[in-house]
C-alpha cells in the first residue's frame, strides 16, 4: 500500500517517511512543494495527492486547534475514502477540544484508524519556534511552574511507522508523553547546561508575550494559536504522565536528557556566527 505522509518534510513527518523509506516501503510526501503538492488550504490539491494511496499520515497544519481545522479534517477524510484509502493515522494533540473533535472524524471514517495524541515536543526546542530565543539567550513564555511531559518525534515516529505496517494498532488510541515532568525553566536550563551557554528563562504575560509577537511580525492568527496553546492547553491540565508509548512499542519513551545530548551533539543551539 503507498502510503501518503501529511507534513513528509516537517518535525514529525519527516521522521515517519524516513523510516518507511527504510523499509522500502512506498511513500509520497504530502506537503505544499511536494510534487504532486497537498496544501491543506487549497482543497483542489487533495485529490492528486491522493491518487494511488492505501493510507494516510495526517499531521495537520497549523494544528487541529486552529480555525478551520475540523471542517478540513472532515472534508479530506471523507475525500480519502472515497479515493479507496484504507487506513489513517492522526496525530492529535493533548488536552484541545478541537483536536478530540478530529479524532472523532478519523475514528467515525469507517476507515481503520490510529490515533497519537502527543504531548508538547521535545523537538519544538531543537527544530521549531524557540529555537531562536535559546539562540538569543533569552526565552520569555507565558508559561510558569505547570510542567509538561515533553514527548520525543523519534517515539512519534515510531509509533506511526508501526501503526502504518501492522494491524494490530487498528482501532487504538495513544496517548502519548515523555517519561518525566518538567517545566519550561527547567526544560531550559537543562538546554542552557548540556550546552554550555547561559539561557535566561523569563515567565512573561499573555499580553507581554502578544506585544512581543506583533513587534517581530508574527502573524495574527499564529499569536492567537500560540497563545491558546501557552495559556490556556498549559493550564495543569495535562500536568500528568500517559503511557501511550510503552502501550504501543513495548519500551519507554526517550527521556529528555538523552534527546538534549542528542540535540547539542548536532550543534542547533551552538551561538550562530
Ligand atoms: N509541536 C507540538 O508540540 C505538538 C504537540 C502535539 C501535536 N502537535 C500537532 O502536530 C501537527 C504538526 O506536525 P509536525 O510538528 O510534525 O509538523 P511541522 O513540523 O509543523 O510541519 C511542517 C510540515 O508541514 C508542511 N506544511 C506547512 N503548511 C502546510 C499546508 N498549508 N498544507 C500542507 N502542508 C503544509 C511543511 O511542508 P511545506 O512547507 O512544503 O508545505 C512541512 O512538511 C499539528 O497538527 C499539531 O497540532 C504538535
Request: net charge negative; proline share 3%; aromatic share 8%.
Amino acid at each position: 500500500m503507498k502510503t501518503l505522509v501529511l507534513g513528509g518534510t516537517g518535525k514529525t513527518g519527516r521522521k515517519v517517511a524516513q523510516r518507511l523509506q527504510a523499509r522500502h516501503a512506498d511513500v509520497r510526501i504530502g506537503s505544499r512543494t511536494a510534487s504532486p503538492a497537498f496544501d491543506w488550504e487549497d482543497p483542489s490539491t487533495w485529490n492528486g495527492a491522493l491518487e494511488g494511496i492505501g493510507q494516510v499520515y495526517i499531521s495537520y497544519q497549523p494544528d487541529l486547534a486552529s480555525p478551520g481545522a475540523l471542517e478540513a479534517v472532515s472534508t479530506f477524510t471523507k475525500i480519502a475514502s472515497q479515493t479507496g484509502v484504507k487506513k489513517l493515522v492522526l496525530l492529535s494533540g493533548r488536552g484541545e477540544a478541537e483536536a478530540k473533535q478530529c479524532e472523532q472524524v478519523v475514528m467515525g471514517s469507517g476507515l481503520n484508524w490510529t490515533i497519537i495524541r502527543a504531548s508538547f515536543f521535545n523537538q519544538n526546542f531543537s527544530e521549531s519556534f524557540i529555537v531562536d530565543s535559546i539562540l538569543a539567550g533569552y526565552v520569555m513564555l507565558p508559561v510558569g511552574d505547570v510542567r509538561e511531559p515533553f514527548i520525543d518525534t523519534d517515539d512519534i515516529a515510531d509509533i506511526a511507522v508501526a501503526a502504518l505496517t501492522d494491524e494490530k494498532h487498528n482501532g487504538k488510541l495513544y496517548e502519548v508523553t515523555g517519561s518525566k515532568l518538567l517545566t519550561f525553566r527547567e526544560a531550559v536550563e537543562e538546554i542552557a547546561e548540556a550546552s554550555g551557554r547561559e539561557i535566561v528563562y523569563q515567565e512573561i504575560t499573555g499580553d507581554e508575550y502578544e506585544a512581543m509577537l506583533t513587534k517581530y511580525q508574527v502573524p495574527a492568527n499564529v499569536i492567537s494559536l500560540l497563545k491558546y496553546l501557552f495559556i490556556e492547553v498549559l493550564d495543569g491540565r495535562n500536568e500528568y504522565l500517559s503511557n501511550g508509548v510503552e502501550e504501543a512499542l513495548g519500551r519507554k519513551p526517550t527521556d529528555f536528557s538523552t534527546f538534549v545530548k542528542k540535540a547539542v551533539q548536532t550543534g542547533v543551539w551552538n551561538q550562530r556566527e
